[in-house]
């Protein structure tokens, strides 16, 4: 039995443009290998002896592909000078597919894991003129009976029985030689889809094969499969046979900078060179291409452009329709939170931030009416520039990307003033920001004892029982809830400010030298010092305790400053107090977002957060006069946690 067959590699690849005006689709890279590449070798490893591939757009790189390929000794090029379809790519190639007894049909665009042979081994004991890979998903248009297809998008409308299927057809087939008998003579643009009907109606049968359970197939049709083929490949989760070692496929030729971060999966193409500065995170580079110094996420880099996996998507919003054409899109680095972060540049270099969220936001429209009230009075946020709440979509300011986080790191001398500056700015928020809800009659939710609640049973259900594994028998329980209670209790009488709620440095910026807040839509009224020590406790900075004790007195002193007087014994209490909610909070968060969420880069503060809640515990304990609150059953089982802690890092492979 001699076997053919031909590749279709002829198209435009119109929705991955712009990538398609440089790289044709069919010689576009999948973990590292050109689509067309990978096919050709499938096909000749399943025993073809010829293959025809049909050229149009960007012919010359088709054919470099196959240079490449390692098999172009039995590759016939046939060119289009006017594109034929589906179907007339097989008149034009008439003489090669005739010249054997059956021909395997491949699109170039189709990766997928399950072998040919069975396929073919099954269309010739069918008899079948035409036999079709079929998958369930996502275009079921293909309707089956009894193993075979008897109708086609409904065009025959043919009923069918209780046993009929509809299936998608995998863009993969098997033909006999007998094909050509209803296909015309000469070249002419044909749909295949018309000639399948033409076949039904003349009698001929068409076979379909139904690959192997848990098969892996992609059709590379968007942006958004062609990222998911290339993550799935590089991270070794389908073919592994000829997946990279790890998901960072670099080429011995590339040049990286020492410090350049590449994470998540990263495929880089030959002569790229990485500068100093830059962070790859879930990147496709391409051969020769230009990498700019700074965050990239979700691009695909070529010699002339960056181009993100959700440009096409984006670009379809209402919202997006307001700004001139030639925007840039570009990702921010993700946070805890669902919302996703993007950064436009305009062509005249100006910025946006656009924030997409969706309808399972209960904080969305909080985030509106927040965002303008806080700008209305000037208190820190950025201005809101259009909202779009169909589409769960916000434009606004862009503050710039130097977060407190970022400029304290390795700045131990200034950082103190940089806090200090911020501590200033907190009270400021808080003191005319609570003015200003009065003011205005702007409704805003209150830290109750309630919500105070809930945040120690956070603590405990996700930390404590998820992460840590440590569940209380019930008499411990009913100590700890009393303990809990007695601490909502305490923190409630204390006297409440406006708080920004996730006051931590990662939502701190500095634009031009000014402090700026994100990430707000969580603000209410609170015990005054929540704010405070999120900021000064907060698990991503290592603050010594003698700078966090002086720090607690400067944002005392903002405070008087804006007549706000607070004695110091009630304010060190006060901060304590509000330091066992806080701390409580964040490791709550870190449970849920890490086991929950699959966010595990936030176990790595697990530790250093359990060890701020257990100094604030000593200092209630210091406390001289200390006011009644007991706290025993709590330090015991925060003193259990820490090993236990440790073990579950190591097991989840967050601690060596």
């Known amino acids: 039995m001699k076997l053919n067959a031909i590749v279709l590699a002829a198209g435009y690849g119109s929705r991955l443009a712009p990538l398609t005006q440089e790289v044709p689709k069919p010689a576009l890279p999948v973990a590292g290998v050109p689509m067309l590449i990978r096919i050709l070798r499938k096909l000749k490893a399943a025993g073809v002896d010829r293959i025809a591939v049909n050229t149009h757009h960007r012919k010359e790189q088709i054919e470099e592909c196959v240079k490449r390929s390692g098999v172009a000794d039995c590759v016939r090029l046939f060119h289009e000078p006017d594109i034929l379809g589906t179907a007339g790519p097989l008149v034009n190639a008439r003489e090669l597919l005739t010249d054997c007894d059956y021909f395997l049909l491949h699109n170039s665009d189709v990766i997928c894991d399950f072998p040919l042979e069975p396929m073919v081994r099954e269309h010739v004991a069918s008899g079948a003129t035409v036999t079709l890979a079929v998958i369930d998903g996502p275009e079921n248009r293909l309707h089956i009976e009894n193993g075979e297809v008897v109708d086609i998008l409904n065009r025959l409308g043919v009923p069918c029985s209780e046993n009929a299927e509809s299936r ?13 008998e209803i296909l015309p003579e ?45 993550e799935k490949l590089l991270k070794g989760v389908v073919m592994k ?3 990279p070692e ?10 990286i900078a020492p410090d350049a971060k590449l994470t998540g999966f990263v495929s880089i193409g030959d002569r790229v060179s990485i500068p100093s500065g830059t962070e790859l ?13 700074g965050f990239h996420a979700w691009e695909i880099l070529t010699p002339h452009q960056e181009i993100h996996r959700d440009q096409r998507k984006i670009a379809a919003l209402e919202i997006m329709k307001s700004l001139p054409e030639g925007w840039r899109l570009r990702s921010l680095p993700e946070q805890g939170s669902d919302r996703k972060f993007l950064r436009i540049e305009l062509p005249d270099r100006s910025t946006r931030i656009l924030m997409l969220s969706n309808e399972n936001d209960k904080d969305f429209e909080r985030f509106l009416e927040l965002g303008k009230f806080f700008h209305r009075n000037a208190l820190f946020t950025p201005c809101l520039h259009a909202a779009s709440p169909d589409e769960y979509a916000v434009l606004m300011e862009d503050l710039g990307s130097d977060t407190l986080y970022r400029l304290v790191q390795g700045r131990e001398k200034e950082s103190f003033d940089l806090y200090r500056k911020v501590l200033r700015a907190l009270a400021e928020f808080q003191v005319r920001g609570t003015e200003a809800l009065d003011a205005d009659n702007q409704a805003i939710r209150v830290f109750s004892r309630r919500y105070l609640r809930w945040e120690t049973d956070y603590f405990r259900e996700n930390f404590l029982e998820r992460l840590c594994r ?12 009393r303990e809990f209670d007695a601490l909502a209790f305490a923190a409630e009488k204390m006297p409440y400010l406006l708080i920004h709620r996730d006051f931590q440095s ?23 010092p929540y704010d405070a020590v999120s900021l000064i406790r907060d698990p991503y900075v290592a603050i010594p305790p003698e700078m966090r004790k002086a720090l607690m007195e400067e944002y005392r002193k903002s405070l008087a400053e804006l007549d706000y007087k607070l004695e110091p014994d009630e304010f060190r209490y006060h901060g304590i107090l509000a330091a066992l909610q806080r701390n409580m909070q964040t490791l709550g968060a870190y449970g849920f977002l890490s086991l929950v969420k699959g966010k595990r880069g936030y176990l790595r503060y697990a530790g250093p957060s359990l060890a701020l809640l257990r100094s604030a515990l000593e200092q209630l304990s210091e406390l001289p006069g200390e006011p009644a609150l007991p706290m025993e059953t709590f330090r015991r089982l925060c003193t259990a946690a820490e090993p236990l802690l440790k073990e579950r890092l190591k097991e989840l492979g967050e601690l060596s």
């Open 281 to 293: 995170h879930n990147c496709i580079v391409l051969d020769d291409a230009r990498v700019e110094a």
């Open 246 to 255: 790890s998901p960072i496929l670099l080429r011995k030729n590339d040049s």
């Open 168 to 180: 998608t057809y995998a863009c993969i087939a098997v033909y006999s030689r007998d094909f050509f």
């Open 470 to 481: 440590l569940v209380p028998d019930a008499g411990t329980l009913r100590e700890l809830n």
């Open 241 to 243: 046979e000829s997946a």
């Open 186 to 230: 000469k070249p002419e643009y044909l749909s295949m889809v018309d000639v399948w009907i033409k076949a039904l109606k003349a009698g001929r049968r068409i076979h379909v094969y139904h690959p192997p359970e848990q098969s892996f197939w992609s059709d590379i049709g968007s942006f958004e499969q062609y990222f998911d083929a290339n």
């Open 506 to 528: 990662q939502n701190i910026l500095l634009q031009n030298g000014k402090v700026r807040f994100v990430d707000y839509q969580g603000a209410r009224l609170a015990p005054y």
